[in-house]
Antibody, heavy 113, light 108 residues
Framework: QVQLVQSGAEVKKPGSSVKVSCKASGGTFSSYAISWVRQAPGQGLEWMGGIIPIFGTANYAQKFQGRVTITADESTSTAYMELSSLRSEDTAVYYC??????WGQGTLVTVSS | EIVLTQSPATLSLSPGERATLSCRAS??????LAWYQQKPGQAPRLLIYDASNRATGIPARFSGSGSGTDFTLTISSLEPEDFAVYYC??????????FGQGTRLEIK
C-alpha cells in the first residue's frame, strides 16, 4: 500500500519561498505521476502541477508558471514542490497525490507578515 | 484550459435517498474523469476513475457514468457518512488536471 508522508507546517513571510516534501513508501515511486494540489481555507481543490519521476519533467498549471518548481528524487522516493514569491493568497493546505489514489496528509503553509 | 462545472453547488437530501451529482466539461475529456469525496480536515478520497470505475474499497452504492462532456456521480442510497463535498477532476489534458468547484452534499 502506497503511503505519502509530507513535511510539516510552515509559516512564511510575503516574498519568500517554501519547499514542501512528499516521501513515498510501499509502492513503485518512479513510474506514477505525482501531482500537487492546494486548497485555500474554505475553498475548493486547485491542481498546481505534476511530475512522473522516471521522466523527470514537470508540468505546471499556467497560473503557477514561473513561481512553482516540482522535482522528484528517485533515490529517496521523495517529491518536492517549491513555491516562490509567496503572498497571503498562497495560504493553503498543500497536498501531494499519486495517481489520485493515494494522498499525503497535507501541509499547511501560512503566509503572513 | 478545460473548465469543469459542477451542479448543484449544494444538495440537501436525507439518509436513504438517492443523490445525483453532475459535472460538465467545457470540451470533451473522453472518459478521463475522476470523482473525489472530501470531508472536513481530510485529504480527498478517490471514488471513481475513468468515469465509471470504482476505486479500491469504494462501496457499490457509488457509481459513475458519462463520457465526452457530461458526467454523473450517483449515490444510490445515502449513508450518514456520505455527507461531504464531492469534486470531479479531468485527466484528459494535462496540464492542468483541473477540478470542478465542488458540490456540497448536506443532510436535509
Amino acid at each position: 500500500q502506497v503511503q505519502l508522508v509530507q513535511s510539516g507546517a510552515e509559516v512564511k513571510k510575503p516574498g519568500s519561498s517554501v519547499k514542501v516534501s512528499c516521501k513515498a513508501s510501499g509502492g513503485t515511486f518512479s513510474s506514477y505521476a505525482i501531482s500537487w494540489v492546494r486548497q485555500a481555507p474554505g475553498q475548493g481543490l486547485e491542481w498546481m502541477g505534476g511530475i512522473i519521476p522516471i521522466f523527470g519533467t514537470a508540468n505546471y498549471a499556467q497560473k503557477f508558471q514561473g513561481r512553482v518548481t516540482i522535482t522528484a528524487d528517485e533515490s529517496t522516493s521523495t517529491a518536492y514542490m517549491e513555491l516562490s514569491s509567496l503572498r497571503s493568497e498562497d495560504t493553503a493546505v498543500y497536498y501531494c497525490a499519486s495517481m489520485g489514489q493515494h494522498w499525503g496528509q497535507g501541509t499547511l503553509v501560512t503566509v503572513s507578515s | 484550459e478545460i473548465v469543469l462545472t459542477q451542479s448543484p453547488a449544494t444538495l440537501s437530501l436525507s439518509p436513504g435517498e438517492r443523490a445525483t451529482l453532475s459535472c460538465r466539461a467545457s470540451q470533451s475529456v473522453s472518459s478521463y474523469l475522476a470523482w473525489y469525496q472530501q470531508k472536513p480536515g481530510q485529504a480527498p478520497r478517490l471514488l471513481i476513475y475513468d468515469a465509471s470505475n470504482r476505486a479500491t474499497g469504494i462501496p457499490a452504492r457509488f457509481s459513475g457514468s458519462g463520457s465526452g462532456t457530461d458526467f454523473t456521480l450517483t449515490i444510490s442510497s445515502l449513508e450518514p457518512e456520505d455527507f461531504a463535498v464531492y469534486y470531479c477532476q479531468q485527466r484528459s489534458n494535462w496540464p492542468p488536471n483541473t477540478f470542478g468547484q465542488g458540490t456540497r452534499l448536506e443532510i436535509k
